[in-house]
């Protein structure tokens, strides 16, 4: 497996030989195809920080949110979630930097 990101909460890794992602966070280990991990990231980026940070209900510092598959269930603090949408937006940006170092070696051996 190649580690693609982390932060201080997790990380991602991406396995060739079981052709999925793998996302370590709260001390879980979530197996996710490309298309899940990108479903998973707008669901964690449509969370309104601003909305938790000026709520003044007793439950607005935490957010619920759980995988599209739900296999997993996440209360997550206001920190928690800052670092799942960097983890998350890192490890996108790892696999298109990767990408497009595949392409440009891909053409000069052309």
Known sequence: MI??????YGCTFQSDQDR?????FQGRKM?????SLIAFKKKVDSIDLVKLLTDESD???????????RE??????IREIIDLKELLSGTLVML???????????CGIS
């Not at 197996?31 to 298309?35: E, I, L, P, T």
């Not at 439950?59 to 598959?69: E, F, M």
């Open 3 to 8: 580690q693609l990101f982390a932060t201080d």
């Open 20 to 24: 999925c992602f793998y996302l370590h």
């Open 31 to 35: 197996a996710m195809s490309v298309c």
């Open 59 to 69: 439950y607005s510092d935490v957010a619920l949110l759980s995988t599209c598959q």
């Open 72 to 77: 997993a269930i996440f209360l997550l603090s």
């Open 96 to 106: 298109e930097l990767n990408s497009i170092l595949h392409q440009q070696l891909n």
